[in-house]
């Protein structure tokens, strides 16, 4: 069974930072490219980043780009988010999603949120 | 970037009847369009892929259609399990996009 489980999230102030883990299990983490995707309150899904299975290719939606940055560590099969200046248009759930073998999700993590508020 | 717009915004379906989904790419994105059903407080879980495979475990009541920039998800005899947002997803070109859901009620 596939699993992958987010963590870091919480309540942070704007200007401030912040990092988000997701750990996976039931697959082979070094080969897999993993996403980030977030989902503002109420609102639909936006996808944030990948990064690909040797982290030599990493990509970022505008809206993040110069902000977060993307990295894993294949060893304890886990991927972050950092997330620097943070604005309250970032407050969303933050998924970890991965892909079998094309471009669309078939596995997410149950979500981490992140709230941005003074 | 490709936008992806869905229709309607909420489509209310009597149980046992066919629901028709609709979504646009604002170019063409071959057959490369992914469906996701959403509930609360739960992840989106995969539907459809390439336009019309059916992902691992998904009722054979939900089909996808379509191609280049005019796609359809068909639930043919709606449960009541079914209520949910659902939404699209282009993979054509790295930078991913969704479409904005359609939610789906049981009348």
Redesign the interface.
Known sequence: EVRLVESGGGLVQPGRSLRLSCTASGITFNTQWMHWVRQPPGKGLVWVSRINGDASETRYADAVKGRFTISRDNAKSTVYLQMNSLTVDDTALYYCASPRFGGYFDYWGQGILVTVSS | EIVMTQSPDTLSVSPGERATLSCRASESISS?L?W?Q?KPGQ????LI??ASTR?TGIPTRFSGSGSGTEFTLTISSLQSEDSAVY?C?H??H????????TKVEIK
């Not at chain 2, 790295?94 to 859901?101: C, E, I, R």
């Open positions: 490369k992914a996701y959403q992840a989106p879980r995969l892929y390439g992902a939404y997803q993979y054509n790295w930078l991913w996009t969704f479409g904005q859901g």
